[in-house]
């Protein structure tokens, strides 16, 4: 499965991914591990996490990212009020990066820009659902220069095409599962819009109701000949 042979991407599922940068950076996306049930019981104990993206604040992405904060310290990169949230939790605010979309931000040497995501974020805290911000997906460059483009819970929509012509991602990690975000008909008119080299589906499977399948996207983007789909398996790495 080759992506970047210096870039490490696992899926712990879901919408989870714990990347291995090639400067050797471990950057987790969406903290959502202990009560995951797609994420496999080897991979629920995670040794080491340097930067931890948060697209959102619904339980299934932020999950876990207090807990993982405090026993690794990463730097925390959210919109802005999700961020103010985790601090309200016990987050070190010189270990938080509060942002917005259309912001890129240097972290350890890696670019982070957030981008639209047609979601909403509510944060359920105390049985009170709070106000999280918006939901947003984010364009990352590592040290390299390449390019990922993990979309967070979307639906599709048209700017995505602006996505593609500003950065260039090269990979796209998209939600395919349907119900509370694109399901494979969406999903193909976003790798349309995006255009990426390579394509990893998530956030799908881990419910009865997340119907959406890999198989299902490949059928609907058979004549993008240039874009492959990757579908890995929560356990499995794409690098």
């Given amino acids: 499965m080759p992506i970047n042979r210096d870039t490490s991407f696992t899926y712990l599922g879901h919408s989870t991914f714990k990347i291995k940068s090639p400067g050797g950076k471990i950057i ?8 995951n ?35 690794h310290k990463p730097m925390v990169v959210g919109i802005f009020e ?4 985790m601090q309200t939790k016990g987050v070190a605010e010189d270990r938080c ?3 917005n979309k259309g912001g890129t931000v240097n972290v ?16 359920l805290d105390d ?20 390019k990922a483009y993990h979309a967070g819970d979307t639906a ?26 694109m399901s494979p008909v969406e999903a ?15 956030h799908y499977g881990t419910f009865p109701v997340l119907t959406g399948t890999p198989q299902k996207l490949r059928e609907l983007t058979g004549d993008l000949k240039e874009m492959e789909i990757i579908a890995i398996k929560p356990g499995e790495t794409a690098n």
């Fill in 188 to 202: 193909a008119h976003a790798c349309r819009f995006l255009r990426p080299k390579y394509v990893i589906p998530m």
């Fill in 82 to 85: 999700t961020v103010h949230w």
């Fill in 156 to 181: 599709v929509f048209s700017d995505m095409k602006l996505i593609s012509e500003i950065y260039k991602p090269e990979l796209a990690m998209l939600p395919i599962g349907d119900h509370f975000t």
């Fill in 37 to 71: 049930p797609a994420c496999p019981d080897n991979l629920k104990k995670l040794d080491k996490v340097d930067i931890m993206l948060i697209t959102h604040g619904h339980f299934d992405h932020i999950g876990d990212a207090v807990d993982i904060w405090k026993q």
């Fill in 127 to 146: 049985g009170k659902i709070i106000y999280g911000g918006e939901a947003a997906g984010y364009v990352i460059e590592f040290e390299n220069g390449f």
């Fill in 97 to 99: 990066i509060p942002m």
């Fill in 28 to 35: 987790l996306i969406d903290p959502w591990v202990q009560n």
């Fill in 108 to 123: 350890d040497g890696i670019k982070v820009t957030m981008v639209n995501a047609v979601h909403s974020c509510g944060i």
